[in-house]
């Protein structure tokens, strides 16, 4: 599913503070503490994260992200410097006829405050429009998850609705807010 260019799907992407860079099987304990650190505040916004309860679990994760970086997608784990994992970042469900990719992203709890999630996506985004080829991102945020929609709002993402009862998390239906960012309107700062 790539777009118009083929990007080599082990690009690492640098910023003034972190590398994103795709996930290896190496990175499994990493990945399972960065997961285990903000296991409340995941489990709240992203349903997925309470299945994950074993290295194994996260083995067919990294597996599907290698998979889907091959065939044009850009799944990234988010590192710090010094090699700690501050989280996940992926432009993903790709549409090359729309040139339209979504954003989705995490960042572990003790990292939140600090600017990384915006500085990421600003990163991933910059690189997906070059080298994707993308026209629209879209992005979806819980409405009540102000800290994401800041995100978004901050790289010029425009609130476009509300999906209502988009997802059930098995328990109750979720809203969420629906963003739109066209190829010319990412803010870099």
């Known amino acids: ?18 590398v994103l860079r795709p996930l290896t099987f190496a990175d499994v304990p990493a990945l399972f503490d960065a997961i285990d650190a903000s296991r409340q505040f995941l489990e709240r916004w992203l349903p ?9 679990d996260l ?10 970086n091959a065939a044009g997608e850009a799944h990234r784990g988010i590192f710090e410097p010094d090699g700690r994992m501050a989280g996940h970042i992926s432009l993903e469900d ?3 006829a729309r040139r339209a990719a979504e954003l989705g992203y995490w960042v572990r709890q003790d990292r939140a405050g600090r600017g990384f999630t915006t500085e990421a996506a600003r990163a991933l985004l910059a690189w997906g ?14 409405v009540g998850n102000d800290s994401s929609e800041k995100v978004l709002v901050k790289c010029g993402f425009s609130r476009e609705g509300v999906l209502r ?3 059930h998390d098995g328990a109750q239906w979720r809203d969420h807010a629906i963003f739109g960012l066209l190829e010319g309107e990412l803010r870099e700062a």
């Open 129 to 142: 429009f070059r080298n994707l080829d993308l026209h629209r991102v879209t992005a979806y945020a819980d």
């Open 59 to 68: 083995r067919v994760f990294i597996d599907r992200c290698q998979r889907r």
């Open 48 to 56: 997925w994260a309470e299945a994950v309860r074993a290295h194994g």
């Open 165 to 167: 009862h988009r997802v």
């Open 1 to 18: 599913m790539s777009f118009g260019l083929r990007p080599r799907d082990d690009v690492e992407i640098r910023t003034p503070r972190l």
């Open 94 to 96: 790709a549409v090359p």
